[in-house]
């Protein structure tokens, strides 16, 4: 089954969005593996975000995330990878379409609300980044 990993960042941890996120992947009939209240160590922040390390914008970002907890998620499903960005929204706010996550409520790029891996290759390295294999359940059955 596909799984994407996907974290309410600071600023949607701080606006109390964790139940409205959490609510919207679960009525959308995915499965939560695996879910995490946590601190970002830098050194993973870095990590994580290693593909931007040339952006201007990268010590901002890794501050930011940085800064407060964040609550880490595995969900699984059919096209989970693709349909939770597109549940998301763009990554600009500001182009994000009315009723997606970011669209309803961030303003701006720093602070987005939440991150979702973007390809299937993305999800098995933050995926393993996070979780490292551990803390992730298995469903017998559909209900
Ligand atoms: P995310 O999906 O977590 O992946 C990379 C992040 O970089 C992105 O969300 C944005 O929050 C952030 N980002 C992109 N562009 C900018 C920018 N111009 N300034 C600050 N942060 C940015």
């Not at 880490?72 to 706010?93: F, L, S």
């Amino acid at each position: 089954m596909e799984k994407t990993f996907l974290m309410v960042k600071p600023d949607g941890v701080q606006r109390n969005l964790i139940g409205e996120i959490v609510s919207r992947f679960e009525k959308k009939g995915f499965q939560l593996v695996g879910a995490k209240l946590m601190q970002i160590p830098t050194e993973l922040a870095e990590e994580h975000y290693g593909e931007h390390k040339e952006r201007p914008f990268f010590g901002e970002l890794v501050e930011f995330i940085t800064s407060g907890p964040v609550f880490a998620m595995v969900w699984q499903g059919e096209n989970v990878i693709a349909t939770a960005r597109h549940m998301m929204g763009a990554t600009n706010p500001k182009d994000a379409a009315p009723g997606t996550i970011r669209g309803e409520y961030g303003v701006i790029v720093g602070k987005n609300i939440i991150h979702g891996s973007d390809s299937s290759e993305s999800a098995e390295r933050e995926i393993g980044l996070f979780f490292n294999g551990e803390g992730l359940v298995e469903y017998k059955r559909d209900v």
